[in-house]
């Protein structure tokens, strides 16, 4: 199973606890555990899940990992993250979320689509921007593939679950 994974935590040039995203494969949140520390950046003690998306399917596809590289044409699997301003909150908000494209133009425009209606301001050029597009293609070892069909969806959870020292 996918997991896409918001740690948080201290880095020692940050003032405030800093965040990142990392995908993850295993059967269950817990397995994910040994990947996730692997991919964190800051300091080991008290890293910590904020939040955690399992995706068996975005849109019409369904998440499929297999040790082989999909065709070059195949649409691919992005993470978006989308940034603006809510009014009257100090700090940039953010959006996240998953879009199937064939390109990283296409999965940027999917994404704009889908900007907070209540943004009051961009942080660029007085449009709404796509911060981040990321193709997920090769996770845990794994590539990802998109098949079309009937899947699950998208199951997220808000937690705070610090991850123990060492492997889990």
């Given at each position: ?12 040039r940050a ?8 995908f993850a ?144």
């Amino acid at each position: 199973m996918l997991f896409v994974v918001m740690l948080g935590g201290k880095h020692p040039r940050a003032r405030i606890e800093v965040h990142d995203v990392v995908f993850a494969v295993a059967d269950d949140l817990q397995g994910t555990y040994g990947q996730l520390r692997e991919g964190w950046f800051g300091h080991p003690a008290g890293v910590h899940i904020d939040s955690w998306m399992r995706v068996d399917g975005v849109e019409g596809w369904k998440v499929e990992l297999s040790p082989m590289a999909p065709a070059a044409d195949s649409p691919r699997l992005y993470f978006i993250n989308l940034g603006g301003y809510e009014t009257s909150v100090f700090g940039e908000a953010h959006h996240y979320l998953l879009v199937v494209a064939r390109n990283r133009k296409e999965a940027a425009a999917k994404g704009k689509r889908q900007m907070p209606a209540h943004w009051s301001q961009s942080h660029t050029d007085a449009l709404m921007d796509v911060d981040d597009c990321l193709p997920i293609d090769l996770v845990g070892g794994r590539y990802i593939h998109l098949v079309e069909g009937e899947h699950s969806g998208i199951i997220q959870g808000n937690d705070y679950i610090v991850l123990p020292q060492g492997h889990a």
